[in-house]
């Protein structure tokens, strides 16, 4: 199973920004395609951003505009670059690799805040 790690969460104003990473173990990152995934406190868990291992992106409606979602290859690392937060936004977010095993990462903790 590939190990999967989060980073960049954190405490940010309303309309600031974030980015957080994940590293993934192993050699096969380049070959599958990644999601970003946040779970807010007493919702079910929702998909935010897609990347193809061919670099096609895909975004959920409500974060069109403020989120891109991009890997590096040769870092084994996906990114999540956050911009025009909204309180809305906050949750712990998760990585995943759904192949070749449905893989995913501790999370890391986004809280928008005044």
């Known amino acids: 199973q590939v190990q999967l790690v989060e980073s960049g969460g954190g405490l940010v104003q309303p309309g600031g920004s974030l980015r957080l990473s994940c590293v993934a173990s192993g050699s096969s990152f380049r070959f599958y395609a990644m999601y970003w995934y946040r779970q807010a406190p007493g919702k079910q868990r929702e998909l935010v951003a897609t990347i193809t291992s061919g670099r096609l992106t895909n975004y959920a409606d409500f974060v069109k505009g403020r989120f891109t979602i991009s890997r590096d290859n040769a870092k084994n690392t996906v990114y999540l670059q956050m911009n025009n937060l909204k309180v809305e936004d906050t949750a712990v977010y998760y990585c995943?690799?759904?192949?070749?095993?449905?893989?995913w990462g501790q999370g890391t903790q986004v809280t928008v805040s005044s």
């Open positions: 995943n690799m759904p192949r070749p095993v449905d893989s």
